[in-house]
Protein backbone atom coordinates (compact mmCIF):
# COMPACT_ATOMS: atom_id res chain seq x y z
CA UNK A 1 0.00 0.00 0.00
CA UNK A 2 1.05 3.24 -1.02
CA UNK A 3 0.63 6.41 1.16
CA UNK A 4 1.11 9.87 -0.40
CA UNK A 5 0.41 13.42 1.10
CA UNK A 6 0.71 16.23 -0.98
CA UNK A 7 1.95 19.88 0.25
CA UNK A 8 2.62 23.51 -1.23
CA UNK A 9 -1.03 24.86 -2.35
CA UNK A 10 -2.30 28.31 -0.93
CA UNK A 11 -3.45 31.57 -2.09
CA UNK A 12 -1.65 33.65 -4.86
CA UNK A 13 -2.29 36.45 -7.54
CA UNK A 14 -2.77 35.72 -11.32
CA UNK A 15 0.81 35.44 -12.73
CA UNK A 16 2.21 34.25 -9.42
CA UNK A 17 3.95 30.87 -8.90
CA UNK A 18 3.79 27.75 -6.31
CA UNK A 19 5.41 24.49 -6.26
CA UNK A 20 3.21 21.44 -5.08
CA UNK A 21 5.23 18.61 -3.37
CA UNK A 22 3.91 14.67 -3.01
CA UNK A 23 5.95 12.94 -0.29
CA UNK A 24 4.88 8.85 -1.34
CA UNK A 25 5.49 6.45 1.91
CA UNK A 26 7.33 3.70 1.01
CA UNK A 27 8.27 5.13 -1.99
CA UNK A 28 7.08 2.41 -4.87
CA UNK A 29 9.65 -0.39 -5.69
CA UNK A 30 8.56 0.24 -9.24
CA UNK A 31 5.36 2.09 -10.61
CA UNK A 32 4.57 3.14 -13.64
CA UNK A 33 3.53 6.35 -13.81
CA UNK A 34 3.36 9.15 -11.36
CA UNK A 35 0.98 12.14 -11.47
CA UNK A 36 -1.12 15.71 -11.04
CA UNK A 37 -4.68 16.16 -11.56
CA UNK A 38 -7.28 18.62 -10.20
CA UNK A 39 -10.89 19.10 -9.39
CA UNK A 40 -13.02 21.88 -9.07
CA UNK A 41 -16.80 21.31 -6.91
CA UNK A 42 -19.16 20.21 -9.51
CA UNK A 43 -16.21 19.09 -12.03
CA UNK A 44 -14.78 16.41 -12.85
CA UNK A 45 -11.04 15.47 -11.95
CA UNK A 46 -8.67 16.28 -15.08
CA UNK A 47 -5.27 15.01 -15.73
CA UNK A 48 -2.61 17.93 -15.46
CA UNK A 49 0.52 16.44 -15.94
CA UNK A 50 2.07 12.63 -15.25
CA UNK A 51 5.64 10.97 -15.34
CA UNK A 52 7.00 7.57 -16.23
CA UNK A 53 9.17 5.64 -14.73
CA UNK A 54 11.55 6.36 -17.95
CA UNK A 55 11.11 10.16 -17.26
CA UNK A 56 8.75 10.96 -19.88
CA UNK A 57 6.24 13.68 -19.42
CA UNK A 58 2.53 14.54 -20.21
CA UNK A 59 0.83 17.88 -20.20
CA UNK A 60 -2.79 18.87 -20.53
CA UNK A 61 -2.80 21.78 -22.78
CA UNK A 62 -4.52 23.71 -20.39
CA UNK A 63 -0.83 23.77 -18.66
CA UNK A 64 1.66 23.28 -21.21
CA UNK A 65 4.58 25.30 -21.23
CA UNK A 66 3.39 26.88 -17.70
CA UNK A 67 3.72 23.80 -15.07
CA UNK A 68 6.81 21.25 -14.91
CA UNK A 69 6.20 17.73 -13.37
CA UNK A 70 9.48 16.32 -11.83
CA UNK A 71 10.42 13.97 -9.17
CA UNK A 72 13.24 13.36 -6.42
CA UNK A 73 13.31 9.58 -6.19
CA UNK A 74 16.36 9.76 -3.35
CA UNK A 75 13.21 12.19 -1.18
CA UNK A 76 10.17 10.11 -2.73
CA UNK A 77 8.74 13.08 -3.97
CA UNK A 78 7.16 14.37 -6.60
CA UNK A 79 7.20 17.97 -7.60
CA UNK A 80 4.67 20.45 -9.68
CA UNK A 81 6.48 23.90 -10.42
CA UNK A 82 3.32 25.99 -11.52
CA UNK A 83 3.75 29.33 -12.92
CA UNK A 84 1.96 32.29 -14.41
CA UNK A 85 -0.79 31.21 -12.53
CA UNK A 86 -3.95 31.68 -14.13
CA UNK A 87 -7.45 31.96 -11.94
CA UNK A 88 -9.14 28.93 -13.69
CA UNK A 89 -5.81 26.72 -12.32
CA UNK A 90 -7.56 27.07 -8.64
CA UNK A 91 -8.58 23.85 -8.09
CA UNK A 92 -8.12 21.17 -5.26
CA UNK A 93 -4.83 18.93 -6.88
CA UNK A 94 -3.97 15.80 -5.86
CA UNK A 95 -1.14 13.21 -6.78
CA UNK A 96 -1.46 9.60 -8.17
CA UNK A 97 0.75 6.69 -8.62
CA UNK A 98 -0.13 4.18 -11.10
CA UNK A 99 1.78 0.65 -9.99
CA UNK A 100 0.00 -1.93 -12.80
CA UNK A 101 1.72 -1.59 -15.73
CA UNK A 102 3.32 0.72 -18.62
CA UNK A 103 1.08 3.25 -20.78
CA UNK A 104 3.05 5.08 -23.07
CA UNK A 105 2.77 8.20 -23.09
CA UNK A 106 2.27 8.08 -19.31
CA UNK A 107 -1.68 8.71 -19.06
CA UNK A 108 -3.69 11.80 -17.75
CA UNK A 109 -7.02 9.97 -17.33
CA UNK A 110 -7.53 9.13 -13.32
CA UNK A 111 -8.88 5.93 -13.59
CA UNK A 112 -5.40 4.59 -14.98
CA UNK A 113 -4.10 5.42 -11.18
CA UNK A 114 -4.79 3.31 -8.38
CA UNK A 115 -3.42 5.11 -5.54
CA UNK A 116 -4.35 9.05 -4.48
CA UNK A 117 -3.38 11.58 -1.95
CA UNK A 118 -5.91 13.73 0.11
CA UNK A 119 -5.53 16.73 -1.98
CA UNK A 120 -3.68 20.11 -1.46
CA UNK A 121 -5.70 23.45 -2.17
CA UNK A 122 -4.60 26.23 -5.05
CA UNK A 123 -6.12 29.51 -5.08
CA UNK A 124 -5.54 31.78 -7.99
CA UNK A 125 -6.89 35.61 -7.70
Known amino acids: HVQLVESGGGSVQAGGSLRLSCVAS????????MGWFRQVPGKEREGVAA???????TYSNSVKGRFTISQDSAKSTLYLQMNSLKPEDSAMYYC????????????????????WGQGTQVTVS
Open 96 to 115: AVRTSSALVPPPLRPSDYNY
Open 51 to 57: ISLARLT
Open 26 to 33: PYPDKYYA
